[in-house]
């Protein structure tokens, strides 16, 4: 059964990256990036599964099944999904094997697990026909050609992706975009506007294709998606089971102001016990598609859906009984959406 709800998990934050990253001493020089939004499948898996250590430990039945198959390297290399044994770079039909398209048939790392049918994946969820932002996370900065892909109609998300399931022609084509950020950081992208297919419904894949154009590399990932009149929200993500226990610090969520394309938002930050609190993190999951442009009293992570704020020194340390507040503006192309299972945690 498709999983709907919307799940809630706070955001990387540089530490996590710094301590997940240590686990890559091996991985190779080639890994480079991956899609963010639509978000692929070893990117949401990730961001399931990351937690406060740098450990990835996945919620989601997919994600789970995926590592249970390929091995957590997976998951902490999700950034390398590629394949460099081309003659050439790009290729599609007659270069990766049917059933092998989510791995891209790799040679970095075990992918293989990403192939599996399953209606439980990470989902997207988009309006056909909308014009849309599309994020590639930029690990290594190379130049080349992005080509996105989707499925037929009557495509079968119970059977593994081949060729004949895809349309022939991409939907989306652009040669090096612009993009944000340095190299080896969560937060740093290529991005570029496209508008999605067409008279497109239900559960489909954005199959993305990065051909490098210095080097015989490829990069390619599996974006489940559902066009459902959706903005970019994902479901899918973060705790499946009971809810986490209560922590020592609360936070409630207030939208001060609106206006066309964007808002405002005071996120206010109580220590409701009988002693002092020596720091706190708030995290939630962006709806419709939001994106934040600025943040004030407090040190702003974002990675795709995800974001967290972390107290600055100012403002870290509460006495019992204590607030305090952060800012922040966002872009939204819909009405802002409070978030449903915004967390809170302290040392």
Known sequence: MTRK???????????????????LSAAPAQAHGAMMVAGSRTFLCYEDGVTSTGQVVPQNPACQAAVTRSGPNSLYNWFAVGN???ATSGGTVGFIPD??????????????????ASPDWPKTHLTSGADVQFRYNKWAAHPGTFRLYVTK?????????TWADMETVPFSSVTDPPSVGGPGSINSYYSWNAKLPANKTGNHIIYSVWARSDSTETFYGCSDVTFDGGHGEVTGIGQTGPPPPATACTATYATTSTWSGGFQAQVTV????????????????LANGETINSAWNGTLSQAGSLASVKGVDWNRTLAPGASTSFGFTANSAAAPTPPTGMTCQSP
Do not use: I
């Open 5 to 23: 709800r919307r799940f809630t998990r706070w955001a990387v934050m540089a530490a996590t990256l710094a301590t997940g990253m240590a686990l």
């Open 84 to 86: 460099r044994s081309g």
């Open 99 to 116: 059933g092998k398209l989510c791995s891209g048939n790799s040679n970095y790392y075990d992918f293989f697990g990403f192939d599996q």
């Open 153 to 161: 109609d009557g495509w079968n998300p119970n059977r593994p992706l």
């Open 270 to 285: 109580t220590n409701p016990t009988t002693s002092t609190m020596y720091g706190w993190t708030v995290g939630w999951v």
